[in-house]
């Protein structure tokens, strides 16, 4: 038709390791951004390359699900609720008491990536350990046992 337009199941794409390298670097959080971006909306990025493709899922198939999905193309490692293996609670809390936070306010701030001095919460650590923990989590002590403080 001469529009240059080349149909999706004929284009030619990166591999998945140069796709995803060149979108880690975009520094994307979710897939809003990511829609976003594809349709030109953020302009302090640059343009979507040709051979990106909008729908990751659709052209990678198997490679793009077994490699972590959107968590691993964005490179934010967000999974389905669900799909996660998280840590025993006793690793956990290890893992938590090292971090020397003192209350749930501070606990809340490191997990929104908030706290630049700590490395990031790894994604077998759940961010809301009473849902994940549940009645464990609770008779254990709550939030002052999590967080090392023993504070009630």
């Not at 899922?57 to 959107?70: A, I, L, M, N, P």
């Not at 090292?98 to 077998?124: F, I, M, V």
Request: glycine share 14%; proline share 7%.
């Amino acid at each position: 038709m001469g529009t240059g337009n080349i149909a999706t199941p004929d284009r030619q794409y990166r591999s998945y390791s140069d796709a995803v390298g060149f979108v880690h670097q975009l520094g994307l959080k979710n897939q809003k951004a990511w829609g976003a971006y594809c349709r030109g909306e953020l302009t302090d990025l640059q343009p979507k390359p040709v051979d990106i493709p909008a729908n990751p899922k659709q052209v990678y198939g198997d490679e793009y699900r077994k490699r972590g999905g959107w968590g691993a193309w964005l490179g934010t490692w967000n999974k389905k609720r669900g799909s996660i293996r998280y840590r025993s609670y006793n690793e956990a809390v290890k893992f938590v008491h090292g971090l020397g936070l003192k209350s749930a306010t501070e606990w809340r701030a490191y997990c929104r990536g908030e706290r630049p001095d700590l490395a990031p919460r790894p994604p077998d650590i759940p961010a809301g350990p009473w849902k994940m923990y549940g009645d464990e989590f609770r008779e254990r002590g709550g939030i002052g046992a999590w967080l090392g403080t023993d504070y009630v």
